[in-house]
């Protein structure tokens, strides 16, 4: 489990970003560094410890979550990861300047890839299999030492079936090609790290209570699988029976609201689940096409999301539009 002062850091950072508890944005970061590994002991697992990470590799696995979130494939790929070594500096990013490599290129080759999606703000962005593969081969390549971004690169390429390396592959980068940079890089002592301000609010400060609403309604959009977060969700979390805002709730009781009708309706409908389902299906499909190149599926997948996606929001609005007439009913 991480113990150190700079993993605590980096909770706090997301934390002052999402809104989320301490738990919730520290559940985030683990889904990332916490890849399964074999343990010592007969029938016993365990996880990656955080601080076997470097500082730099730490930032990257940051820098790699924000991609995804923002990218909006809903999960957080080799693609993210690649971005976030070219971004943040170290001897990754140093070696992958001597093959010329540079991040705009990179960022190109992906997006022409993956294609455009809608950012998912609902929270549910999970390191995708082939990361857990990757960070398992990075622990292997860095032995008892700390995990650093050329470990990370390595580990990319020595998976080699993700978007990442398949990009790296566009720019004649192989994984011997890419040893013998890492290596003249070491060479030539620790190579510059650039770090980055994660997480940083310019909002305005909020209550406790509010916090708290926000990340009940980030739970329940999870829960649900929601493409996006709601205004459902955020008043579903307002009114709940262990509100964060027990004052908003008595307030409501007093001019006659019925709580447990309102509670009742906030429920999605289950055309809208079914929906948000198969779309998150699509989505594992799409990753799995993209990291084998075949274009002309991906192409249909794509096509079929965005049919889902709009029969999705007719089935939302639809449903929004009868709240008004039903609670008045």
């Known amino acids: ?37 074999p343990s010592s002991r007969q029938g016993e697992t365990g996880t990656y410890p955080f601080d076997r990470f470097t500082e730099a590799a730490k ?29 943040c500096g170290g001897a990754a990013a140093a070696a992958l300047q001597r093959l010329g490599v540079d991040s705009q290129p990179v960022r190109e080759a992906i997006r022409s890839r993956l294609g455009s999606e809608e950012p998912d703000q609902a929270g549910r962005v999970l390191p995708a ?38 990009v790296l592959a566009q720019f004649g980068v192989t994984l011997d090609r890419t040893r013998d940079a890492v290596n003249a890089v070491l060479a030539q002592g620790a190579p510059r790290v650039t770090r980055r301000a994660f997480g940083s609010s310019t909002g305005m400060p909020s209550t ?50 019925d709580l447990d009708a309102l509670r009742r309706k906030l429920k999605p409908p289950r055309k809208v689940m079914q929906l948000e389902a198969e779309i998150w299906r699509l989505r594992q499909q799409k990753e799995e096409v993209t990291a084998a190149g075949d274009e002309r599926t991906l192409a249909g997948l794509r096509q079929r999301e965005d049919e889902l996606r709009a029969e999705l929001t007719r089935s939302l609005d639809a449903w929004q539009a009868r709240w008004g007439r039903t609670l008045s009913a």
């Open 1 to 37: 489990m991480p113990r150190d002062r700079d993993f605590k850091k980096l909770v706090r950072q997301r934390m002052s970003k999402t809104g989320e508890s301490f738990t919730a944005a520290r559940a985030q970061l683990l889904a990332l560094s916490g890849t399964r590994r």
């Open 59 to 87: 930032d990257v696995l940051m820098c790699a979550q924000q991609e995804a979130e923002a990218s909006g494939t809903g999960y957080i790929g080799t693609e993210h990861m690649l971005i976030g070594l070219l971004t």
């Open 129 to 166: 299999r082939r990361m857990k593969t990757v960070i398992e081969l990075a622990f292997g390549e860095a032995g008892t030492s700390h995990v650093g971004t050329e470990h990370l690169l390595l580990g990319i390429l020595m998976e080699a079936g993700g978007v990442g390396a398949s």
């Open 208 to 257: 406790p209570g509010v916090h708290r609403a926000f990340e009940g309604a980030r739970q329940s959009a999870v829960k649900e699988g929601a493409m996006l977060l709601r205004s459902d969700h955020l008043l579903g979390a307002l009114v709940q029976r262990d509100s964060p805002a027990p004052a908003l709730v008595a307030l409501l009781g007093a001019v006659g609201a």
